[in-house]
Nanobody
Framework: QVQLVESGGGLVQPGESLRLSCDAS????????MGWFRQAPGKERESVAR???????DYADSVRGRFTISRDNAKNTTYLQMDNLKPEDSAVYYC??????????????WGQGTLVTVSS
């Protein structure tokens, strides 16, 4: 099995920063794309940022220029640096990745989520 564990969420004021981490562990042969999604109360889950195996990335329009996604392939970890946070960024943030297991199965894996609250 493969697990994703997010960390780094919390309560911050508008304009401040947070850095989320997502660690993948388990029966992993390789990881392709890694991404961050978020879901605010009463809203659908939306894609925030993705980083591909070659290192390229893309962002939702609402966070482009403020958020930066990165990955450490040696550690099977992805990060989301969130700067200039706004109240509308408040949500549960989920990590997602597609993994090839050692058993040669492809899995789409989600983390349990980490809460980000931006409020004065």
């Amino acid at each position: 099995q493969v697990q994703l564990v997010e960390s780094g969420g919390g309560l911050v004021q508008p304009g401040e920063s947070l850095r989320l981490s997502c660690d993948a562990s388990g029966s992993i042969a390789s990881i392709t794309n890694m991404g961050w999604f978020r879901q605010a109360p009463g809203k659908e889950r939306e894609s925030v940022a993705r980083i591909f195996s070659g290192g390229s990335s893309d962002y939702a329009d609402s966070v482009r220029g403020r958020f930066t996604i990165s990955r450490d392939n040696a550690k099977n970890t992805t990060y989301l640096q969130m700067d200039n946070l706004k109240p509308e960024d408040s949500a549960v943030y989920y990590c997602n990745t597609r993994v090839l297991t050692l058993q040669r199965r492809w899995l789409d894996v989600w983390g349990q989520g980490t809460l980000v609250t931006v409020s004065s």
